[in-house]
């Protein structure tokens, strides 16, 4: 079975794969390059507002997904 990724994680991915530098995307959020690195390596983790731009600046969004009902034998 495998682990799924945490919201976090998506996070870290899309930031990586934003074609943008961290500090170029620190930035235009106006965060300091310190919490960006520490948020990239696992050791802390970030505050709801600048999540928030972190989302405007990035187009992310979240999507749900149903989840389907396991049949009981």
């Known amino acids: ?3 799924r990724r ?3 994680d998506e996070i870290r991915a899309a930031i990586d794969a934003s ?3 961290r500090y170029a995307i620190c930035r235009k959020i106006d965060l300091d ?3 960006m690195s520490r948020f990239m390596s ?3 983790g970030l505050s709801l507002d600048t999540l928030d731009k972190l989302a405007r600046l990035l187009d992310l969004h979240i999507a749900t997904r149903k989840r389907s009902r396991k049949v009981k034998p």
Request: no cysteine; hydrophobic share 35%; net charge positive.
């Open 33 to 35: 390059p310190a919490v």
């Open 42 to 44: 696992g050791q802390r």
């Open 1 to 3: 079975m495998t682990a």
């Open 19 to 21: 074609g943008s530098s």
């Open 6 to 8: 945490t919201l976090t």
